[in-house]
């Protein structure tokens, strides 16, 4: 067996639960393991929140200690402050996988690459290198790296966080049964649902189909996570919606109607939402598709047309749902 | 951490592998661990050939001795011998955690409930037992046994295996792209299409529709594994085919053509291929569905159209597609 592979594949599989949702940091996944034996599998979760170093540090401690911590360990600060008090060789005969270089960038609390680097750890393992300059040279305060370790898939993970630093990172998102068809009602489970808000709440931009609008009447709010309601923008030739459409009266949130795709070119995550006509017009924008496959064959709902070319990327259960990760290709 | 899940969780992945293709077995993996370190994951992978602890645990020599070993370790015989010359206390510290009780059957070799007994490791995590009257009782055997760790999820995995006992447990295939369009030529990955061979070469009957016999006109044989062709009956009520379809030309393989599903009542494993009709006069014989899903969307294609709700069991990457097994449920 490659134990190196199957850990940082661990740590990606767990990253890529968190995908989308730590923008505008990068999804980023860690394991840590003792002389072979695993001990704790984390992921960043949110920005301003810890990264996954110090969540699986964490984790680590209380595998080995047997103790539970006092506080919350998605709150950095306190995190690093209790890594640095433990005995100094805590740590010394463990490894870390990490998806990501280590940062080495200092702000509140100490980069993750100096926290790694005082905590003395055995070897510390990274799929690839931060792409962000004055983020990256965490490998260079470190000892003991083992560098490149399933990078190509690490690479994958980390496209988002790399497009959005330059443009939009347009994500696509569809609900379907498993015949592809779409529309037709609520076809996610609440686990999908609930995702989807998620992935609202963090976004720039919900940009949403002018005839979904008109047909569907959506609201787009955030409700499934009480989080609050993204900007939106409809893509539409003319202003002409009926102002009762919900979307309209949610509060804090702005709305706009447009046919200019410019805004595009600006960093940012872009949402999509909408049906057959928004994968037409949009297809030569759309970056990945986020698909939320039904466990059901139907006769009832829509089917779309569209050639497009896809790379199947990372497979998530949601719920009863199946959630698949894919990028477009050939465009 | 719930370790126990963690590592039961990987032997059933990679049990799922080899659905369908261990039949008549059922499909098994195991894991070994030492003092919670990952010393190997290993399923059985054919009738005839090692079981999923005899794998796990030559594997788990290689990792613990650093040595290769020098014979085929899917030849059973020459494993266990292998295993019981080992010295005495070699897995003392061992762990192995199987998705099935280990069978007490005595055959050509020692049943590997009495192997694992005589090699004294120190636990045995099982996560549910074997529902063969007779070849039960291996955990009467073993010592220090933790007994249902995923024991949900083994069921799952050791249903077609149930089903195939008493009746044909019925596989229904279906390659699509991820808009749900069926037909229009090859649509799956050369990895698909030599899974389907496999299955094709195992399963007693291929099952499939006039209709396609008629439009596509296949071979249906296993020539991407070099295997012996299945057996094929063509469902339809009438039998004027054209003796010219590649199908009927098949050295060494019966064909007939049949509108009676009373074969259907016999234990066996009945693989099905077809599309829209099929799926619809099938409907209420199919236990689960075979997606294999290609990372397109499409005009081309044909979608299919039939209500039917199903339960999402397993998802494998096959090359580029999607494979994703599926029960039928409601029915």
């Known amino acids: 067996m490659q134990f190196d592979e199957f850990y940082m594949q661990l740590a990606l599989n767990e ?8 923008y505008p940091n990068p999804a980023v996944g860690a394991v840590m393991v003792e002389n072979g034996k695993l001990l704790s599998i984390a992921a960043h979760q949110k920005a301003g929140t810890s990264h996954a170093e110090v969540l699986a540090l964490i984790a680590a401690y209380e ?8 506080f ?8 690093h402050d209790f890594l640095l008090k433990l005995p100094p ?17 200092h702000g509140k609390t100490p980069s993750c690459a100096s926290l790694l680097s005082r905590l003395k750890l055995q070897r510390v393992v990274i799929a690839t290198c931060d792409p962000i300059k004055g983020h990256d040279g965490g490998m260079n305060l470190l000892q003991n790296v083992t560098f490149g370790i399933l990078r190509e898939k690490a690479e994958i993970l980390l496209e ?3 497009i959005w630093q330059k443009r939009a990172f347009v994500l696509f998102k569809l609900a379907q049964t498993s ?3 779409i529309g037709g009602g609520y076809l996610s489970s609440k686990a999908s649902l609930s ?3 998620q992935l609202r709440e963090r976004c720039d931009i919900l940009f949403i189909g002018g005839n979904t609008v008109r047909e569907d009447r959506p609201t787009l709010d955030c409700r499934f996570t009480e989080g609050n309601a993204p900007n939106v923008k409809i893509y539409s030739h003319t202003s ?14 702005k709305v706009e109607i447009t046919d200019d795709l410019s805004f595009l070119d600006q960093p940012s995550f872009v949402l999509v939402e909408g049906g057959e006509g928004m994968l037409q017009s949009l297809q030569k924008k759309i970056d990945w598709l986020l698909i939320y496959q039904t466990p059901k064959l139907s006769t009832n709902a829509l089917s779309y047309n569209i050639e497009m070319n896809l790379d199947f990327l990372h497979t998530e259960r949601m719920g009863v749902d199946m959630m698949i990760w894919s990028k477009q290709v050939g465009y």
């Open 63 to 70: 595998t080995l200690s047997g103790e539970k911590i006092e």
């Open 240 to 253: 002409d919606f009926d102002s009762e459409i919900p979307l309209f009266k949610v509060q804090d949130r």
């Open 72 to 79: 919350d360990p998605l709150n950095s600060e306190e995190s």
């Open 195 to 197: 995702h989807v808000h």
């Open 15 to 22: 990253a890529w639960k968190y995908q989308g949702l730590t």
């Open 89 to 105: 060789k805590f740590f010394a005969s463990c490894t870390i996988y990490v998806t990501l270089e280590p940062c080495a960038h």
């Open 160 to 162: 988002p966080f790399k």
């Open 179 to 181: 015949n592809g068809r």
